[in-house]
T-cell receptor
Framework: EADIYQTPRYLVIGTGKKITLECSQT?????MYWYQQDPGMELHLIHY???????EKGDLSSESTVSRIRTEHFPLTLESARPSHTSQYLC???????????FGSGTRLTVV | GNSVTQMEGPVTLSEEAFLTINCTYT??????LFWYVQYPGEGLQLLLK?????DKGSNKGFEATYRKETTSFHLEKGSVQVSDSAVYFC???????????????FGKGTLLTVNP
């Protein structure tokens, strides 16, 4: 059963459009993360949050931005989509180090 | 810093074959170790975990033992099925690194294909 929800699952959008990828979790976790997954499968951390009003950039530089106004919600925004943003985006949350992460099902973004 | 090195794929096996996917790590402190599985078109799911040396994590016939002396956490299954075809990620969480941010360090993933 999924306790972390990502919408949309698939998105095809034109270059220059603004998009927001939604991520919500019902577990009350403070820590949330966004990963970009390339076709070679490797995961790249692009943003994370320790809690409300906390956001940090990850290991991979990204033109996207995030916000954390509510504990359960961690949306990712691209102001002007480009073909280079085509990728799978995965959202995750965690509570304790020993628990690992819970992942959403992902959003597959294609920019044409 | 922390790192995870896992066996490069792809790995192709016949149904009922024995599976091993190697994973070794380096960490500053005393990490927790995880295996995640990603089925086609899905997000990652936690497969199993171990939080201290000599712990064995197990789930769905998969096993992995936390070996501190060899800094390894190899994934094994005695008899794979077609439904096990997926990408497998080894990961660690090191509480000594980065304070309380709980970030996981992932390996690059290993694609497993099981043929009937």
């Amino acid at each position: 059963e999924a306790d972390i929800y990502q919408t949309p699952r698939y998105l095809v959008i034109g270059t220059g459009k603004k998009i927001t990828l939604e991520c919500s979790q019902t577990m009350g976790h403070d820590k949330m993360y966004w990963y970009q997954q390339d076709p070679g499968m490797e995961l790249h951390l692009i943003h994370y949050s320790y809690g409300v009003n906390s956001t940090e950039k990850g290991d991979l530089s990204s033109e996207s931005t995030v916000s954390r106004i509510r504990t359960e919600h961690f949306p990712l925004t691209l102001e002007s989509a480009r073909p280079s943003h085509t990728s799978q985006y995965l959202c995750a949350s965690s509570e304790r180090p020993g628990d690992g992460y819970t992942f959403g099902s992902g959003t597959r973004l294609t920019v044409v | 810093g922390n790192s995870v090195t896992q066996m490069e794929g792809p790995v192709t096996l016949s149904e009922e074959a024995f599976l091993t996917i190697n994973c070794t790590y380096t960490a500053t402190g005393y990490p927790s170790l995880f295996w995640y599985v990603q089925y086609p078109g899905e997000g990652l799911q936690l497969l199993l975990k171990a939080t201290k040396a000599d712990d064995k994590g197990s789930n769905k016939g998969f096993e992995a033992t936390y070996r501190k002396e060899t800094t390894s956490f190899h994934l094994e299954k005695g008899s794979v099925q077609v439904s096990d075809s997926a990408v497998y990620f080894c990961a660690l969480s090191d509480p000594m690194s980065g304070g309380s941010n709980y970030k996981l360090t992932f390996g690059k993933g290993t694609l497993l294909t099981v043929n009937p």
